[in-house]
């Protein structure tokens, strides 16, 4: 289920914004529990990390005039950044190899 909100979500793109809270309530959720058991679950709650960890990207984006948003979103993306889910783990090796 989550995955078909995640997917709408990406094709919103515009608009994106009026999820903020809902966005980061999934990454804090997927970081804190769910990201640690993905292989138990079932299919319909199975979440795409590299999926999960583009939407703080997007809301980032377009959130640049919300400043107190924006740290919020930093502080997901290093979280995420530090758990090694999804993108941030192609970033990192990247960092690693400069």
């Known amino acids: 289920?989550?995955?078909i909100f995640i997917e709408y979500l990406y094709e919103l793109d515009e608009a994106?914004?009026?999820?903020?809270d809902a966005i980061l309530k999934i990454c804090k959720s997927f970081i804190n529990?769910?990201?640690?058991n993905q292989?138990?679950?079932?299919?319909?709650?199975?979440?795409?990390p590299n999926k999960l960890s583009g939407l703080p990207i997007s809301l980032y984006?377009?959130?640049q005039k919300d400043k107190k948003m924006?740290?919020?979103i930093l502080d997901i993306w290093?979280?995420?950044?530090e758990n090694n889910i999804g993108v941030t783990r192609k970033f990192r090796r990247d960092i690693m190899d400069i």
């Open 1 to 3: 289920m989550i995955n």
């Open 16 to 20: 994106i914004e009026k999820y903020n």
């Open 33 to 36: 529990g769910i990201g640690k």
């Open 39 to 48: 292989g138990e679950l079932d299919n319909d709650n199975y979440i795409e």
């Open 61 to 63: 984006d377009k959130n």
């Open 70 to 72: 924006n740290q919020r």
């Open 78 to 81: 290093d979280l995420m950044f």
